[in-house]
C-alpha cells in the first residue's frame, strides 16, 4: 500500500473512532433524558389516575350521603361513617350552608378554593385540597343541584312570593373525607419515582464504565499485538543483524593488524558504530524477555547514591528522614531503570544546568523515588506517546529506554510515571512496594 494511502486511512481510522466515541456519549446523554422524561410523564399519569379515583370516590360518596339523607339524618351519618367521610355540605355561591352534616363549616373558606382553581383545577370537574397535617381531604364541586327545599328553609316576601337571590342557588357541593390513603399513595408514586431515577442512574453510570474499561480493554490488545508483532520482527532483525556484525567486528580486528596506525582513528569510528548497534539489538530483546528477571533486596538508598557517582553534573539528593529503605528488585533492571531515569533527566536540556534532584519518600506500604530536573519539559502530545518503543523526543536516541524501564517496574510491583514539574521541567516518578525502612534524619 502507498504511504500516502496508509496515511489517509490511519487519520481516516482515528477520526471514525473518535466520532463513534462521541456519538456514544452523546446518544446515552439522549436515552438518559428520554428514560427521565418517561418516568417523570409515567408518574404524572399515575398521580392523575390517583386523583381521578379520588374524585369519583368523592362523588360516590356524595351520593350515597345525600340519598340516606332524603330518607333521615341517621341513615347519612351511618354512610358516612361506612365510607370514612367527615362532612358533607351543600352550600350556595357565597359559601353559606344549605345543608351539611358531620364536620361541615356554616362558611365556606371561598378564597381557597379560589386558589386552588388558579393551579389549573377545573371546578367543574371537581377541585380538592390536601391537608397533609390534618391527613385529611377537602373536595368541591361547582354544580347547579336539583335539591328539595325543606319550607322552612325557603324566606317569602311581603307579596307571597319567593325571597329568593341568585346567590341563594345551591353551587357547591362540598366534602371532606379520609386523606391517609390517597397521601400514602402519592408519597408511595414519588418514593417509586426517586428510586427508579436512582436505579437508572447507576445503570448509566455501569453502562459508561463498561464501556470505558472495553475501550482501554481494546487498546491493551491492540498494545500487545504490537509488542507480539514487534516481538517477531526483532527476533527476525536481531538474527539478521548479528551475523553481519560478527563479521564487520572480526574483519575490523584484522584491519587494526593489517592497516597503518593512520587508519586507526575511522577503524574506531567502525568499532563504536557496531558496538552502538548490537547494544540496541540486546537492549530490544531485553524489552521482550520476562521483564521480572531475579529480584533481590536492594537497599535504595546506598543503590541510587551509587548510581549518581557515574555522572559528571552535580545532582541533589533528598533522603529527609530516611536511612535505610529496602525494596525487592532484580539488580541489573533497576540499574538500568534508574540510569536511564537519571541520564534523561541531565541531557533534558542544552547549554544550561539541568538541576536534577532526587527524592526518596515513603507512604504505608510504599516508596516513592522522584528524579526532578528543570529542562525543557515534555509536551503534552509527546506524553501520550513516552513509553511507546522507538518515541523519542531525542536527536540521538532508540526511544526503547523509558518502554523498558516501565515493563520492569511494572513487573517489580511498580509504576512509573512523568509529569510537568511546576516552574518548569520534568518529573519522573518511581513507585514500589517497600520490604523495610528505618528513619535516621539524614539527608544526603
Known amino acids: 500500500m502507498p504511504a500516502k494511502s496508509f496515511t489517509a486511512n490511519k487519520i481516516k481510522f482515528k477520526f471514525v473512532h473518535g466520532r463513534e466515541h462521541i456519538l456514544f456519549y452523546t446518544g446515552m446523554c439522549v436515552a438518559y433524558l428520554l428514560f427521565i422524561g418517561l418516568i417523570v410523564l409515567y408518574s404524572r399519569n399515575i398521580e392523575e389516575k390517583i386523583l381521578l379515583e379520588l374524585k369519583f370516590s368523592s362523588e ?9 339523607l332524603t330518607e333521615s339524618d341517621e341513615k347519612a351519618l351511618a354512610a358516612m361513617e361506612d365510607k370514612n367521610i367527615y362532612a358533607v355540605g351543600i352550600y350556595s355561591a357565597d359559601g353559606r ?14 378564597e381557597n378554593l379560589v386558589a386552588n382553581m388558579a393551579q389549573n383545577q377545573d371546578s367543574t370537574l371537581g377541585v380538592y385540597m390536601v391537608d397533609e397535617s390534618e391527613k385529611s381531604i ?38 371532606k373525607s379520609d386523606g391517609s390513603g390517597y397521601l400514602l399513595s402519592i408519597r408511595s408514586v414519588r418514593i417509586s419515582v426517586f428510586v427508579g431515577m436512582i436505579a437508572l442512574t447507576l445503570l448509566f453510570m455501569i453502562i459508561l464504565n463498561v464501556y470505558n474499561s472495553n475501550r482501554e480493554y481494546k487498546k491493551e490488545i491492540a498494545k500487545n499485538e504490537n509488542l507480539v508483532k514487534l516481538g517477531a520482527a526483532v527476533r527476525t532483525l536481531t538474527h539478521e543483524i548479528k551475523n553481519p556484525l560478527s563479521a564487520i567486528t572480526i574483519q575490523t580486528g584484522l584491519m587494526h593488524k593489517l592497516l597503518p596506525e593512520e587508519y586507526a582513528l575511522d577503524l ?7 558496538a552502538r548497534i548490537a547494544s540496541l539489538t540486546n537492549r530490544v530483546s531485553e524489552f521482550l524477555k520476562n ?15 551509587d548510581i ?14 530516611i536511612n535505610m529503605i529496602t525494596v525487592s528488585f532484580d539488580a541489573d533492571r533497576a540499574r538500568s531503570v534508574f540510569e536511564n531515569i537519571i541520564k534523561n533527566a541531565t541531557e533534558s536540556c542544552e547549554g544550561r544546568e539541568a538541576e536534577v534532584e532526587i527524592k526518596i519518600k515513603k507512604k504505608k506500604d510504599r516508596v516513592y523515588i522522584d528524579v526532578m530536573d528543570r529542562g525543557d519539559g515534555i509536551s503534552e502530545e509527546a506524553m501520550k506517546k513516552i513509553f511507546d518503543p522507538f518515541f523519542t523526543t531525542k536527536i540521538h536516541g ?10 520492569f517496574v511494572n513487573a517489580a510491583g511498580g509504576t512509573l510515571k512523568l509529569s510537568p514539574r511546576d516552574g518548569g521541567g520534568t518529573v519522573v516518578e518511581v513507585e514500589l512496594p517497600y520490604l523495610s525502612a528505618s528513619t535516621s534524619g539524614k539527608k544526603a
Open 60 to 68: 360516590q360518596s356524595f351520593n350515597a350521603i345525600y340519598m340516606a
Open 268 to 274: 574506531d569510528v567502525i568499532d563504536h558504530e557496531v
Open 97 to 110: 350552608l344549605y345543608k351539611g352534616l358531620g364536620e361541615a363549616p356554616e362558611i365556606l373558606p371561598i
Open 138 to 175: 377537602d373536595y368541591f364541586r361547582l354544580s347547579r343541584l336539583n335539591v328539595a327545599f325543606e319550607i322552612g328553609a325557603l324566606r317569602f316576601g311581603e307579596n307571597g312570593t319567593l325571597d329568593l337571590q341568585i346567590s341563594d342557588i345551591p353551587e357547591i357541593v362540598y366534602v
Open 291 to 305: 521483564p521480572l528477571g531475579d529480584p533481590v533486596e536492594i537497599e535504595l538508598v546506598s543503590f541510587i547514591s
Open 398 to 407: 532508540s526511544g526503547i529506554g523509558l518502554s523498558i524501564s516501565k515493563q
Open 308 to 321: 549518581v557517582r557515574l555522572f559528571r553534573q552535580n545532582i541533589r539528593m533528598d533522603f529527609s528522614g
